[in-house]
Structure formats: C-alpha cells, structure tokens
C-alpha cells in the first residue's frame, strides 16, 4: 500500500476516536461537574518504503491520549442542603473507596443508613477528620464557605477540598471520580468557596460539540476519499505497466 494510503488510514484512525470523544462530551452535556475532553494528537515519523527514490521519512498522526479542560462549569441552585457546589478552578472533594482516596467535582450527596455523608454511588466523603458522621435526628446541615459542617450548631468537621499543581496527574475513573495517577501529592485547595445548595453543571458547550461531529464526519470523507483516489492511481499505474510491457 502506498504512503499516502497509510497515512490517511492513521488520521483515519485518529479521527473515529475523536467522533467518540465528541459523541460522550454530548451525552455528558447535563451531568454534573463533568469536564469536556479532546483528543491530544500527534506526529509519529515512520520508516520510508522500500523505494530509494522515496527519500523522506512519512509522517504518521498519533493518538497521544486524552485532554480535559477543567474550567468551571456554571453554578445552578438546586435548594437541596446536601447538594454543594465548589466555587473556583483546580479543587475537588476527596472521596474514600476500596482503592484509596479519589477526587470529584460532583457534590450532590446524601447520608447513608450509618449516618456518613457519602456519594451518590455510596462512597463516604472524606473531612479533616475522616468521614463525616450526621446524626438525621439533629435536623439539617449547614455548610459555611470554607466547607465547615455543623448540624444542630455542633460542629461535625470540615469538607476536605484538594488541588494539584500539574492536572494532567488526576486520571478519570467513572461516576465522575478522578485519581492520582502519579506521586504528587494532593495539595489543599486556597482560595475557593463552597456552595451549599448548589451543583455545578457540566462545562460543555453543546453547540461547539456538534460542530466538532460534522466536522470530524467531514474529514473522515475527505480521507476516505484521498485513499480511494491512491488507489485508483496505484491500479491504473500497474495497468498502463501490463500494457507496455
């Protein structure tokens, strides 16, 4: 196969998964505090064909993984006291699993039949002290701006609110949860406040998003079609050869 065909076959390649990636910010586009990802691409310089008059090395487009862009989403009151929103970039609540610690922007919890403050998937929201117990029989909580929790007028601990210098380090794992996938260590987040009563939205732009499908739909045609047209040329070539020898 000629060059050419290889390398419109790797933007091929590319592309299809750039029509999921835009396909799941779309379906993402009401979930609560989920973040818009793109795919990262590059450039992988392959061998030449076994042709000395191609000189050149070819040049191959390569899927370099993930991007997410962690601007806040809007702010939008839901009235619900165990719902909170952080207001500001760059920080997260840290949750406790089987796994470890992980981090997530989704704040619309709830108390589970042990009385801890957990997520919606059951997973206990971390404090400065551990998880945070809530005593129902006390009446309803009261979050200050700094993530203090009271019930009742007794304090039951503080929100833990993390952030890392380097984003790229947090590594999506489903239910809106992120982790830490290298050694840096989770710093505390300054200068941010939390919500209560508030969730944030997701920070998809749904009309940018099918944008991004006709164009990506488009391109792969256009692919599509230069491989078709080296081939056609690759077949007549062989065709004209037949015919003059």
């Known amino acids: 196969m000629e060059n050419a065909a290889y390398i419109g076959l790797s933007r091929q390649m590319t592309l299809r998964r750039e029509l999921d990636i835009a ?51 809007s702010l939008n009151e839901t009235g619900r006291t165990l719902d909170f929103a952080i207001d500001g970039e760059g920080a997260f609540f840290k949750i406790q699993d ?24 059951g997973l206990p929201v ?22 203090t929790i009271s019930q009742d007028g007794q304090l039951l601990g ?12 947090l590594s999506k794992d489903g239910d809106g949860l992120y982790r830490n996938a290298s050694n840096a260590p989770a710093l505390d987040a300054t200068g941010v406040q939390v919500r209560q009563g508030m969730l944030e939205g997701s920070n998809v732009n749904t009309l940018v998003e099918i944008t991004n499908l006709i164009e990506i739909t488009r391109a792969y045609e256009r692919a599509t079609k230069m491989i078709e047209n080296v081939q056609d040329l690759s077949r007549r070539s062989v065709e004209r050869l037949g015919r003059s020898s």
């Open 98 to 121: 089987g796994a470890g610690e992980a981090y997530t922007r989704d704040g619309a919890f709830t108390v589970d039949p042990t009385g801890q403050l957990v997520t919606k998937s």
């Open 126 to 147: 971390l404090g400065d002290g551990g998880p945070i117990i809530v005593d129902t029989a006390r009446g309803a909580l009261t979050v200050a701006e700094d993530g």
């Open 158 to 169: 503080t929100l833990t609110l993390a952030r890392f210098d380097d984003m790229a380090v």
């Open 23 to 73: 396909a799941n910010n779309i379906a993402n586009a009401e979930t609560t505090g989920f973040k818009v990802e793109q795919l990262l691409l590059g450039t992988e310089i392959g061998q030449r064909a076994r042709n000395e008059a191609v000189r050149p090395g070819v040049s191959f487009v390569l899927d370099k993984g993930v991007g997410r862009d962690f601007v806040q989403g």
